[in-house]
T-cell receptor, first 116, second 113 residues
Framework: GAVVSQHPSRVICKSGTSVKIECRSLDFQATTMFWYRQFPKQSLMLMATSNEGSKATYEQGVEKDKFLINHASLTLSTLTVTSAHPEDSSFYIC????????????FGSGTRLTVV | SQKIEQNSEALNIQEGKTATLTCNYTNYSPAYLQWYRQDPGRGPVFLLLIRENEKEKRKERLKVTFDTTLKQSLFHITASQPADSATYLCALIVGGSQGNLIFGKGTKLSVKP
């Protein structure tokens, strides 16, 4: 079946530094990928929709200059958290639109970001 | 305002019983509703999708119903097993068939042996 690979699975960084998270579709092409954030015991909140070859669409309240998204190819989208702060600590998950699975979106395994 | 509610934060049942999870929504008119399983520290895994014109869908021990009048979906796991213990999320697709997924908070199911 469709697989989305997300790296790293865990990262700890210092305040003020930037962190890049990669999301790859391994056996299918994804023109659209989605980035979510999930706080403990909360639902997944959509941050942005990443479209190959064009600018990402950000949800209300998400700072596009802080969460940089690049979708340079049909199999790779990256999320860079710039100038990270402790409040950015969260679980970040990507997903891809895989039409082959009957509209079930395929998710990556997530990245646990801790900013110290 | 638009809301998706999964009425139980946690559900504990005995092995072999049927688990029933509820998802209610307000102020949406979704064409599709999905159920996902999420294990701790992992991304969600797609289980089932049901369309607005479908009343019921089954997959092995799973059954989903969708009542657009009540704005409710029920998710059943029959003959539950300890391995079914996880958080189950319902999600709506809004903005058309290729639109965004909006998730409920999930119900944490624990199946005791």
């Amino acid at each position: 079946g469709a697989v989305v690979s997300q790296h790293p699975s865990r990262v700890i960084c210092k305040s003020g530094t930037s962190v890049k998270i990669e999301c790859r579709s391994l056996d299918f092409q994804a023109t659209t990928m989605f980035w979510y954030r999930q706080f403990p015991k909360q639902s997944l909140m959509l941050m942005a929709t990443s479209n190959e070859g064009s600018k990402a669409t950000y949800e209300q309240g998400v700072e596009k200059d802080k969460f940089l998204i690049n979708h340079a190819s049909l199999t790779l989208s990256t999320l860079t958290v710039t100038s990270a702060h402790p409040e950015d600590s969260s679980f970040y998950i990507c997903s891809a639109d895989d039409r082959a699975t009957n509209y079930g979106y395929t998710f990556g395994s997530g990245t646990r970001l801790t900013v110290v | 305002s638009q809301k998706i509610e999964q009425n139980s934060e946690a559900l504990n049942i005995q092995e072999g019983k049927t688990a029933t999870l509820t998802c209610n929504y307000t102020n949406y008119s979704p064409a599709y509703l999905q159920w996902y399983r999420q294990d701790p520290g992992r991304g969600p895994v797609f289980l089932l999708l049901i369309r607005e014109n479908e009343k019921e869908k089954r997959k092995e021990r799973l059954k989903v119903t969708f009542d657009t009048t009540l704005k409710q979906s029920l998710f059943h796991i029959t003959a539950s097993q300890p391995a079914d213990s996880a958080t189950y999320l319902c999600a709506l697709i809004v903005g058309g068939s290729q639109g965004n997924l909006i998730f409920g908070k999930g119900t944490k199911l624990s199946v005791k042996p």
